[in-house]
RNA sequence: UGGGGGAUCGUCUAGCGGUAGGACGCCGGCCUUUGGAGCCGGCUACCUAGGUUCGAUUCCUAGUCCCCCAGCCA
């Protein structure tokens, strides 16, 4: 985490507290274990910047990462990679420290003997339905399974007959022996293996049993030496289970689980489960969509790792729930743009404008700074000309009082240019459609030339016709929801989803320069908001993807207000 | 009703017995070679009730509200 923020992180303060104490030798392991069963989102990467962020901040500290695949049913190579894409463009680097829970079977399979043979695990045949009856309820005890008292010898021998393949699905299960009628149901002799005939990713069919999250979880932690295991609030109460996994097993090193509140933003869909859901049902162009809080959806619209990181260390880490505006996530991304993005001058919504005065067929190079926040960026070269478009909503036949832009009579500047005066207006005859406008310029107001400093109510933006380049431009609102929490299981998502998510504007003109843009990189707009080029574009006319701030998107919807 | 957690501006947070600070947001104003940029100013908070104390957001007690847990998911 970043120096001069005075947001929380209580796991800090545990670390340099267990550092000074010389807690695990000195040393700061951490890890960031995510199932490969989706894309990773905004909220992974609060984790990523934590347990990542923690190793670094300590000298020899280090951050593993570990793919906590031990459910072959939901699991995909693809999202190996995407993950390991998503981890290092964010800009981390878990050096050589790549790790499968996958890769531990063999040993926590082993690790399983040891608890059945010292009678702290045993093989149960109650079928699902009535595990859940003896389970009993949140107010009242369980009861012990009539198989709980299985002698370690026909314990082992089950166990080893599950492995072998003997058992359809379903048939039996390994428990811990805990105590059925503890208060924390977690307790009540929770599942450690259960048998699935499935082809895992990695291990393909080399097993039909699969360790649960609560077994291999605390044995991969203590196998890799992890010292701070730092997971999320709902994990709260499988602590005394992963310290008695970790007892049970008499493993050398005791890794310490910690956890903290995981990020919720305002009206963005971030359950794995509801962006599956969303992909599947093909509602969104996939998981890398703009309009998806998925980290490659964020990266599409333009965002850089820099300002999710600086989101991340600004919102802090602590134990209360939480719900981030979008706004604030917004705000680093403007704040990192304004500074290294390039201004360039486009016009969404064309209107011609010929300058009478103007030679014909003569044309020439204005300069234009590239970023006023940067001298650094530089200058580039604008094409000037005799017809020129600017933006439509720039001129007004009747002006309102408050409107000092363009209109009849009237002196305006053209950035980085002249001023021009307003002469004559074409319209259709059928329509009464404004087609052009005619101007006239006055060559002693050229940009930079002191002596012609006159001063005009308002500075427009324009691009010379004969040399702009016609671009698209796709707006992405975010998915907004109404309310997130409120819908139900199995509803339409299309009734909760922004109808105006995505938006195409065509014809409009750019500066040429755009033209050869390299796919990915950054503008903003004069006067018009930031902007990147398409990501996956192969087009020759550039297509842009822009981030629409949520205040736009919401006097977009019918209210203009937020939804509540 | 069992267990585990948590409550500070609208939002995210700082605070560790001594004037409640920051950021986002919002509202004004300025800037006019374009702002959704920049600059200036303003806005609003300690869940409640008792107690301890010279003094409580902080300590104690009793409540209230919110979140999580009854997958052979993670």
Same mark, same amino acid.
């Given at each position: ?91 981390? /680097? ?29 093989? /149960? ?63 009540? /002799? ?237 319209? /259709? ?136």
């Amino acid at each position: 985490m970043a120096e001069g923020t005075n947001a929380s992180n209580f796991i800090r303060d545990i670390v340099a507290a267990d550092l000074a104490a010389g807690k695990h030798g000195g040393r700061v392991v951490t890890r960031f274990p995510p199932e490969p069963n989706g894309y990773l989102h905004i909220g992974h990467a609060k984790s990523i910047c934590l347990n990542f962020g923690l190793a670094q901040e300590t000298p020899g500290g280090i951050c593993h990462l570990r793919f906590d695949d031990t459910n072959p049913t939901t699991e995909d190579p693809e999202y190996v990679q995407s993950i390991q894409d998503d981890v290092r463009w964010l800009g981390f /680097d878990w050096q050589d420290k790549l790790f499968f829970a996958s890769d531990y079977f063999e040993r926590l399979y082993e690790f399983a003997e040891r608890l059945i043979r010292k009678g702290a695990a045993y093989v /149960d045949s109650l079928t699902a339905e009535d595990m859940r009856t003896y389970r009993g309820t949140l107010t009242e005890p369980g009861r012990n399974s009539p198989y709980r008292e299985r002698s370690v010898e026909e314990n082992l021998s089950l166990f080893r007959e599950m492995r072998a393949g003997k058992f359809p699905d379903g048939t039996h299960v390994l428990r811990a022996k805990i105590n059925m009628a503890s208060p924390n149901i977690n307790l009540r /002799d929770p599942v450690l293996y259960r048998i699935r005939h499935a082809a895992h990713y990695r291990t393909e069919s080399a097993w039909c049993i699969y360790p649960a999250y609560d077994y291999a979880h605390p044995l991969s932690d203590a196998i890799e030496g992890i010292t701070h295991s730092i997971c999320t609030l709902e994990f709260e109460d499988h602590r005394p289970l992963y310290d008695w996994v970790i007892e049970q097993a008499q493993t050398p090193h005791r890794p310490q689980q910690i956890e903290f509140a995981r990020l919720n933003i305002s009206y963005a869909v971030m359950s794995k489960r509801k962006l599956l859901e969303l992909v599947e049902k093909k509602l969104v162009a996939g998981w890398d969509d703009p309009r998806l809080p998925t980290i490659k959806g964020l990266r599409r619209r333009g965002y850089t790792p820099e300002a999710i990181r600086a989101f991340c260390d600004h919102i802090g880490v602590a134990k209360r729930d939480a719900v981030v505006e979008m706004q604030l996530l917004e705000h680093f991304i403007r704040e990192d743009l304004n500074k290294r993005s390039l201004r360039v001058m486009a016009v969404l919504k064309p209107l011609k404008v010929v300058l009478d005065n103007y030679p014909e067929g003569a044309a020439e190079e204005l300069d234009a700074v590239n970023n006023p926040e940067d001298p650094s960026a530089g200058t580039r070269k604008v094409p000037f000309s005799r017809t020129l478009y600017i933006e439509r909503d720039d001129f007004l036949e009747d002006p309102p009082k408050q409107f000092f832009r363009l209109a009849p009579g009237r002196e305006v500047r053209l950035r980085y240019a002249y001023i021009i005066k307003c002469v004559g207006v074409t319209k /259709d005859p059928q329509t009464g459609e404004i087609i052009e406008l005619h101007c006239t310029y006055d060559p002693s107001t050229k940009s930079g030339a002191d002596e012609a400093r006159r001063k005009v109510k308002a500075t427009i933006h324009w691009v010379s016709t004969t040399h702009a380049t016609q671009a698209e431009i796709r707006l992405y609102n975010p998915l907004l929801i109404a309310d997130l929490s409120k819908v139900p299981t199995d509803h339409d998502w299309t009734t909760y989803l922004n109808p105006q998510s995505l938006e195409r504007i065509t014809g409009c003109q750019v500066e040429p320069s755009l033209k050869g843009a390299p796919p990915g990189s950054r503008f903003q707009f004069e006067r018009l908001g930031y902007f990147c080029t398409d990501l996956d574009s192969t087009n020759d006319s550039p297509v842009f993807n822009r981030t629409v701030p949520l205040k736009d998107a919401w006097a977009k919807l019918d209210k203009g207000q937020p939804p509540r």
